[in-house]
């Protein structure tokens, strides 16, 4: 099984910066593409950002030049570093990581606990 632990979220003012991690663990065999998704109330879950196995990543128009997605490989871990917030930015944040585990085969997706971040003065 593949657990997703994810850190950081709160409460910050507009314009301001806020950091996510997500490590991956368990027995894992290797990681294909990471990715954070956000769900705020009353809408559905959007995809904010992914990055490949290689680091190449992808943004949500809405938040492309603001919010930084990054992973290290060797740690199984994914961030994302989110710059001048909006008070649109506030949803519960996912942690996705499609993980192979080790004896198995094939990809599954998996995801985090969530972790809220509030955009407010």
């Known amino acids: 099984q593949v657990q997703l632990v994810e850190s950081g979220g709160g409460l910050v003012q507009p314009g301001g910066s806020l950091g996510l991690s997500c490590a991956a663990q368990?027995?894992?065999?290797?990681?294909?593409?990471m990715a954070w998704y956000r769900q705020a109330p009353g809408k559905q879950r959007e995809l904010v950002a992914a990055?490949?196995?290689?680091?190449?990543?992808s943004y949500a128009d809405s938040v492309e030049g603001r919010f930084t997605i990054s992973r290290d490989n060797s740690k199984n871990m994914v961030y994302l570093q989110m710059n001048s917030l909006k008070p649109e930015d506030t949803a519960v944040y996912y942690c996705?990581?499609?993980?192979?585990?080790?004896?198995?085969?094939?990809?599954?997706?998996?995801w985090g606990q969530g972790t809220q971040v509030t955009v407010s003065s």
């Open positions: 996705n990581v499609r993980a192979r585990r080790v004896a198995t085969y094939g990809y599954l997706t998996n």
């Open positions: 368990g027995s894992i065999f290797s990681i294909d593409a």
């Open positions: 990055i490949t196995p290689a680091g190449m990543p």
